[in-house]
């Protein structure tokens, strides 16, 4: 809206006081304002009811009255990001840093890493860039720079992606550390891995200055499923573990774990068993066996094992857990007699109970009273089976000269049992007289010798 020219015709103050548009630095605002401060200026000398004031109080509430002119001081300072600004942020996975092109005057900003399994992860802003934690990489991750140039913010963000073809990367990747000096990894082959897949293992520590690859292959018909370390010098409390792959005919994905040794670690059994008896109670002492890091008593747990010799190598009750904190020691009733026993134990972690192998059985208690015990039960069945051996004679012999069940006495038929007993007297006297008839008279001679005659 323009303003009549005899406005600006006021003096030297209103001339002085006329915006000009064509000024650099003036914004159309600014002009509104300067035009409704020579309107109120030009109107103070006039009479409130000419149409001169009537026209310059309307002019005036149109000015104040524009849209564009209510915008307040607040809202013309919000920032506003400029669209063809960029940050070229870049991913260095090596060293878990995000860095990008300074501008001028940058104050301050903050980066954000966008994990699938552990959510976002922030970090503020130092010299232009952001430095996280070690992290797997594997399953993609997304990272946003957010920075403030001359007090307006600037955003840009990343998509870091595992290059390769899906489903080649090496799979079921676990590790496991024994005897404290060595550690064997393992993995599988990817389901969509091409035959002549092979892969590669790197291991690199927390400081991410000891960086190396595995030593000695497992393999398995030519390809890479196994590493086997003699030597953890080196490594730290937490590693990162890295396998690769490389194939003629495609793309192979990686794949990185963050592992901890001290959750991987499988314990050796305790040193130095040994097993104290009185008359009522035994007491098992051992030490804590050797681990890749001197630990602690209250970091183990133990489990042990007490059975008789004569079982079958194991106990039929449940395995006693003892904590670390006890000393290295379990103490349990055991009256006399008692016995050979035996006892193993192993160890885990006191937070994981991974337990590890049994030691050697350690024998205790006495084989006396398994012997007489022994004895006992052989002369109970030698005695039981000398009584039922005479108790079957003389049953026997008592069958033989007793009937044990008599006949049962019937009705006499007279016809049948006067010729049955004519048949038996007639029987009977053809008996007697034969034995009569065969008797002989035996005489004896005896022969005396004659006395001699006396002189």
Not at 144 to 173: D, M, W
Not at 249 to 273: A, C, M, V, W
């Amino acid at each position: 809206m323009q303003l009549p020219r005899d406005l600006w015709d006021d003096g030297e103050s209103r001339q002085a006081a006329r915006p000009d548009a064509g000024a650099a630095g003036i914004s159309a605002e600014e002009r509104r304002l300067a035009e409704a401060s020579c309107l109120v200026r030009w109107v103070l000398p006039r009479p409130v009811g000419s149409p001169t004031c009537l026209l310059v109080i309307t002019i005036l509430l149109s000015l104040l009255l524009d849209p564009a002119f209510l915008l307040t001081q607040g809202h013309q300072d919000l920032p506003s990001v400029e669209p063809n600004s960029s940050l070229n942020v870049k991913f260095d996975p090596k060293k878990m840093q995000l860095t990008w092109d300074c501008k001028e005057n940058t104050t301050s900003g903050h980066c954000v890493m966008t994990h699938k399994e552990k959510g976002q992860i922030k970090k503020q802003m130092k010299r232009c860039q952001c430095t996280f934690q070690d992290n797997s990489l594997h399953g993609g991750v997304t990272l946003t720079v957010e920075v403030y140039v001359n007090q307006r913010p600037i955003s840009e963000t990343l998509v870091y992606t595992n290059p390769g073809k899906e489903g080649t990367a090496a799979q079921n990747f676990s590790c496991l550390v024994y005897n404290a000096d060595f550690m064997n990894c393992t993995w599988a082959k990817g389901h969509a891995a091409p035959d002549d897949v092979q892969y590669f293992l790197y291991i690199r520590n927390s400081t991410r200055k000891g960086e190396r690859e595995c030593p000695h292959y497992l393999t398995d018909a030519g390809t890479n499923v196994g590493c086997h370390l003699q030597d953890l010098s080196g490594l730290t409390s937490y590693n990162y573990f890295l396998v690769n792959g490389t194939s003629r005919e495609t793309g192979i994905q990686f794949f990185d774990s963050i592992l901890l040794l001290k959750e991987i670690e499988r314990y050796s059994p305790p040193h130095n068993i040994t097993v104290n008896c009185n008359e009522s109670h035994c007491l098992v002492r051992w030490e804590k066996p050797r681990t890749r890091k001197n630990w602690s008593n209250r970091e183990f747990q133990y489990q042990l094992d007490i059975w008789r010799r004569s079982n079958s190598g194991h106990s039929e009750n449940q395995l006693i857990v003892v904590s670390g904190d006890s000393e290295n020691r379990y103490n349990f009733p055991s009256p006399e007699p008692r016995g050979t026993q035996m006892v193993k134990i192993r160890t885990a972690d006191a937070r994981r109970a991974h337990w590890g192998d049994w030691s050697q059985p350690i024998q205790f208690g006495s084989e006396e009273p398994e012997s007489s015990l022994v004895l006992v039960y052989v002369l109970v069945v030698l005695g039981t089976l000398a009584g039922g051996l005479a108790c079957g004679c003389l049953f026997k012999r008592f069958l033989g000269s007793h009937s044990l069940f008599p006949p049962i006495p019937r009705i006499r038929d007279k016809l049948k049992d006067d010729h049955q007993i004519d048949h038996q007297i007639l029987s009977e006297k053809f008996t007697c007289d034969a034995e009569m008839g065969d008797k002989e008279e035996i005489l004896t001679v005896t022969e005396v010798a004659e006395a001699p005659a006396s002189p």
